[in-house]
């Protein structure tokens, strides 16, 4: 069991109430205004930003609901917020593995520093040839953009073909696979379904 030092030592390094006290102050809001939206006293407030007392996850919860962000925020290193766009500079593309579906294929995240996306854009190439051997449905659409080369869609009981510049659009739940050759590439955005 960790003794009672290490745990005090170890929520000082974490710095919960600096990283309130900096938040609040920056979204302008006075410990008042946080009372108001979270229900807890104003001395209580101060006490957590003052490090004097250690809140419960139900309270950090709030806390962080009042300020906007997840609570995940204060028990980063390096705090960040979420911001409204991804950035993703051409060869940057963050790769991901999906190797359980798609063995052949790698596919690169186009929107990896994006909080809180409703859609999953992916740059997908084609390492070896890939023949459709087993299809899968889940929640969802699906949006496919052949960038170079030409690949067949596995959609139900049709196959489709698309070369460079086809676009197809449907729904994830209706069964899918992609075929195609070395070195094709392709967009595909998935859009997420909670």
């Known amino acids: 069991m960790r003794k009672k030092r290490d745990v005090q030592e170890a929520l000082k390094v974490l710095d919960l109430g600096g990283k309130i006290r900096e938040l609040r102050m920056r979204r302008g809001y006075t410990l008042k205004e946080v009372s108001q939206m979270t229900g807890f006293s104003t001395a209580l407030l101060s006490q957590i930003e003052n490090n004097v007392v250690s809140p419960p996850i139900s309270t950090l919860w709030k806390i962080a609901e009042a300020l906007g962000v997840k609570i995940g925020y204060f028990f980063q290193e390096s705090p960040q917020e979420s911001i409204d766009y991804a950035l993703v500079r051409k060869g940057k593309g963050k790769p991901t593995a999906r190797r359980e579906t798609y063995p052949n294929l790698s596919f690169y995240s186009l929107a990896f520093g994006k909080m809180d996306?409703?859609?999953?854009?992916?740059?997908?190439?084609?390492?070896?040839?890939?023949?459709?051997?087993?299809?899968?449905?889940?929640?969802?659409?699906?949006?496919?953009?052949?960038?170079?080369?030409?690949l067949k869609i596995h959609l139900g009981d049709k196959v489709i073909e698309l070369r460079e510049g086809d676009s197809i659009y449907y729904d994830s739940r209706v069964s899918h696979c992609v075929e195609g050759k070395k070195g094709t590439k392709f967009l595909a955005v998935v859009l997420k379904v909670d």
Not at 123 to 143: K, P, Q, T, W, Y
């Open 117 to 150: 996306r409703k859609m999953d854009p992916y740059l997908v190439e084609f390492d070896r040839d890939e023949n459709c051997n087993r299809a899968i449905s889940h929640e969802g659409e699906e949006f496919i953009y052949v960038l170079e080369g030409s």
